[in-house]
Nanobody
């Protein structure tokens, strides 16, 4: 049973930084891609950033230049460094892992950007 467990969310002031981490456990499964999505109250879940096993990345326009995604294939972990945070970045952030036949999700971690 594969589980993705996020950590690192919290409350931060506008302009601040947070680092989210996600670790996969329960299997030696290798993910084709790992990423981060977010869902704000009353809005649909949206892609924030994604990284392939080869290291190619893609970011939502709203976070380009502020967020950086990275992964450690050997440890099956993915991280999201978030800088220059804005109130509109407030959301529940979900880790995502795309396997050969199934997509896996973490339980989510709250990020709140507020003064």
């Amino acid at each position: 049973q594969v589980q993705l467990v996020e950590s690192g969310g919290g409350l931060v002031q506008p302009g601040g930084s947070l680092r989210l981490s996600c670790a996969a456990s329960g299997s030696k499964l290798s993910f084709n891609a790992m990423g981060w999505y977010r869902q704000a109250p009353g809005k649909q879940r949206e892609l924030v950033a994604i990284i392939t096993s080869g290291g190619s990345t893609n970011y939502a326009d709203s976070v380009k230049g502020r967020f950086t995604i990275s992964r450690d294939n050997a440890k099956n972990t993915v991280s999201l460094q978030m800088n220059s945070l804005k109130p509109e970045d407030t959301a529940v952030y979900y880790c995502n892992g795309v396997g050969l036949i199934k997509t896996y999700w973490g339980q989510g971690t709250q990020v709140t950007v507020s003064s």
